[in-house]
């Protein structure tokens, strides 16, 4: 039917156009523009009807986060490459705190944010994963299992945006009863996926929608979904989470699935945006198992706790001095600088210390908590990924980074940033500063 409509338009256009091109006069010719205008014209229409409402929140809820522009909005003034030992003139504070709460998405930026045993609270507390099976072994044993994903194989994870919700008793709709509030908020998951349009009625409104898109200055349509931050006991119990273990890196700690919670047409458009092909599912880590780190950690010993971890690579936080990444930028080849901070997904980015300074920093106090600077921060081709585009570059910044930042005896990889763990509970804040208190050997651990 569509398509007759077309060849009626089609036909209508060829009627006109017949009629100027036999007799031209400036009526006929007003008409033919006006024919061959009103099928983008109602497009325009169409695309305006399919624009999206913004969703209403989550009811008893407000946004975790920054509230206007980014602390790293000016990241790359020239102040910040250079750096001297701390002063009035020349504080070191905390420039900018980030959360990651879907490992290897797109990041959440606060201004202040409680610490805990795992790090930073909210941060890496889901991660998605796909069901791998290997290759058969010797005796044609194959074996499945879920395996978490990252940015280094589906460089499109950067362009899935999260936000975190949490209960708020000033917020509309609370009550102690309301979904999220039971679950300590909500996380909602965002990602760019283009509908397939055609000349069908729905493939219409999808170019509608991608139209709409582009008219509100996003560059593709996006999907929502919502899932409960921590799901309390009976909805854990009604949604018959399962719990498995999924892969990450070494470890294979027991995590709840909970791919149950997103609706299965989203995932599969998600999958499809993201390149992936196995079965795709979401995981939570179980709060009564999180996982326990030993390489560098502080021993438990010495500070009376075992560190521990939710969905983080290897310890609890990340810490990144600005001045570090500008040396990094000056020495890449033309047209990779200036190298956006972000790359390197950390949790903490600081200002003041010169650049490297942070490679041998063993205990430190930012604010009303100590910190435990376990090991340097080794680089996977991670960073080569721009956060902006999704898309990733071959070589840089990896292959500059492994010129002269192989600097751990301990691993093979380059080095920058640290690896944190903190040693008491409390607050850390943007404009924090930072006093080092003692400087110490570092040696990467793999195990
Ligand atoms: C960080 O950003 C917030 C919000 O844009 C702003 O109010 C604050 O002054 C900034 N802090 C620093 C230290 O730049």
Redesign the pocket.
Known sequence: MASNALDSIIDAIRTVVDAVVSNPSPSTIGVTLLVLLLPFLALFILALSQREQPPTPPPGCRKLG??????LSDQYSKKYSRGADPSPENPW?V?ALFIYPLKSCAGVEL?ESDVIRTGLKHDRQFTFGQYVTSLPSLDGKVESEWNFITQRTFPRLAKVETEVWIPDPEAPGHSPDAEYVKSEGCLVVRFPFSPDADFSLDGLKAYGRILAARLSGKSEPVIEFRVPFNPPKDRIKKMGYRSEKIKIWKDSPEAMNIGCEVPEDVMAKLKYTLGVTNPLSLFRIDTSKYREVFKCAPKKKDVGFQTIIGMADSYPMHILNLASIHHVSCQLPRGYSPLNALRYRANVYVTGPPSFNEDDWARARIGDCTYHISCRTTRCKLPNVDPETGLADRNEPGATMRKYRVIDKGSQSPCLGMQVTPLTEGVIS??DEIELLERGEHFFLKV
């Open positions: 920054l509230q206007g522009k980014s602390n504070i420039k201004g943007v404009g």
